[in-house]
């Protein structure tokens, strides 16, 4: 419950801000760590489900029976993950005026949006 109640005060208070910056790492874990979301793959043009477990277990669902497993970790305010077929990939994780997040890569390319939050292992992955 105090969880949920943190996550949507950082919803909130995010959804406000009209110049962003980058979430701290902090900010992140208290976002993902043990809950879901929906988003959009921009990378892979598709849409996605995900669990993002307390202890760095990352579960997605690229939809058509797609779905693989990998981790998710903090560095230096930095979101990464990591899946057994791919590099790597650590990103900057901006608020978006809608509420919604994006990934965005050094170069600032957007990898990933994150459209909507849920409590827990909302998907049961």
Do not use: H
């Amino acid at each position: 419950m105090k969880k949920s109640i943190l996550l949507l005060g950082l919803l909130l208070i995010s959804g406000m801000a009209s110049a962003a910056a980058p979430l701290t790492g902090e900010q992140i874990k208290t976002l993902l760590s043990g809950n879901s979301a929906s988003g959009f793959a921009d990378a892979l043009g598709k849409n996605y489900t995900a669990y993002y477990g307390a202890d760095g277990k990352l579960v997605q669902d690229l939809g058509k029976g797609k779905r693989r497993q990998g981790t998710w970790k903090i560095t230096d305010n930095n979101f990464c993950t990591q899946f057994p077929t791919e590099p790597a990939r650590c990103t900057k994780v901006m608020p978006a005026d809608n509420g919604e997040y994006v990934r965005i890569k050094d170069d600032g390319m957007v990898t990933n949006t994150w459209k909507k939050f849920y409590p827990g292992n909302a998907y049961k992955y």
